[in-house]
């Protein structure tokens, strides 16, 4: 899923990294019905900590984005009917 994120501005800004964990009910189809993050763990590898208002529009962006991605993903169920699933993103700056 690496190859279709798009790192946020602000999250780069602020030089934050760490994971957000999402939980996810996918129906028999593949497709996500819905979406939802439960955790996140992040934190900034500046010099100098950037203020809190950065940090949170950095992880509300990191979040963002996460669900983006997970909205658009399409799996393969092995049950015919609605599995949930918790699965966590990792980012690293690069």
């Known amino acids: 899923m690496s190859q279709y994120l798009k790192y946020p501005e602000p ?3 602020a030089g934050v990294v ?3 964990y999402v939980r996810l009910t996918v129906g028999p189809n593949g497709k996500v019905n819905a979406a939802q ?8 590898l500046l010099a100098a900590p950037p203020t809190p208002t950065d940090v949170a529009a950095a992880t509300a962006s ?3 984005e996460t ?3 997970f909205w658009a993903a399409r799996f ?3 049950k015919a009917k609605a ?5 966590s993103a990792s980012y690293q700056m690069e």
Request: glycine share 4%; proline share 0%; charged share 25%.
């Open 62 to 64: 990191l979040e963002a």
């Open 83 to 87: 599995d949930t699933v918790t699965v």
């Open 11 to 13: 999250a780069v800004k």
């Open 67 to 69: 669900l983006r991605i």
């Open 18 to 20: 760490g994971r957000i």
């Open 37 to 44: 993050v439960v955790r996140r763990q992040v934190a900034s």
């Open 76 to 78: 393969q169920v092995a």
